[in-house]
Structure formats: structure tokens, C-alpha cells
Nanobody, 123 residues
Framework: QVQLLESGGGLVQPGGSLRLSCAVS????????MGWYRQAPGKQRDFVAS???????NYADSVKGRFAISRDNAKNTVYLQMNSLKPEDTAVYYC?????????????????WGQGTQVTVSS
């Protein structure tokens, strides 16, 4: 069983910063891509940022230059540093991880989601 534990959300004023963390635990052989998505009230869940196992990053246009994704492979943890936050960044942020398991000589790919952490940007 794989678990994703998110932390770091909260209330921040416009222009402020927050750092989200997502730690992966459980029986895994390895982790491929890690990413963050967000869902505002009444809207669909949208892509925010991702990072490959090799460290290549990808961002939604709306957060480029303000957010930075990183990962610590030794800790199986992905981070999202969010700067210059805007009210429109308000949403529940979800961690997503693609990981591998091994069984019977074969490798299997799986997706997992965190429980979500609320980020509210308001004065």
C-alpha cells in the first residue's frame, strides 16, 4: 500500500509564499514522475507542475516564473515552492506520483494521489 502525505498548505496574503511537500511511503520499487495538480471550487482539476525522475520540469503557463517544483529522491518527497501568490491560485492542491512495483520478474506502473491540501490566497 502506497501513501502520499501532503503538508504545507494554508492561508497567505497576495504576494506571499508557501511551500508544499508530499512524502511517498510504502512498498515501491521506484518513483517515476511526480507532480502537482490543483482544483478550485466548481472547477476541474488542473495540472500545475511535474518533475521527471531525471529532474526535468514542466509547468502550467499560469505558474511559470512563480512556482518551482523539486524532488528529494532519497526521501521520496516532492516539493512545490510557490512565490508571488495570487488570489486565483486559491485551490486544493493534490500531489500525484507515478511509481513502479516489481513482481514475478515484471515491473508495474501505478498512479497515486495525495489527499489534497488547501491553499488560500486572500487579504
Amino acid at each position: 500500500q502506497v501513501q502520499l502525505l501532503e503538508s504545507g498548505g494554508g492561508l497567505v496574503q497576495p504576494g506571499g509564499s508557501l511551500r508544499l511537500s508530499c512524502a511517498v511511503s510504502g512498498s515501491i520499487f521506484g518513483i517515476n514522475a511526480m507532480g502537482w495538480y490543483r482544483q478550485a471550487p466548481g472547477k476541474q482539476r488542473d495540472f500545475v507542475a511535474s518533475i521527471s525522475s531525471g529532474g526535468s520540469t514542466n509547468y502550467a503557463d499560469s505558474v511559470k516564473g512563480r512556482f518551482a517544483i523539486s524532488r528529494d529522491n532519497a526521501k521520496n518527497t516532492v516539493y512545490l515552492q510557490m512565490n508571488s501568490l495570487k488570489p486565483e491560485d486559491t485551490a486544493v492542491y493534490y500531489c500525484n506520483v507515478n511509481y513502479r512495483t516489481k513482481g514475478g520478474g515484471l515491473y508495474y506502473s501505478h498512479d497515486a494521489w495525495g489527499q489534497g491540501t488547501q491553499v488560500t490566497v486572500s487579504s
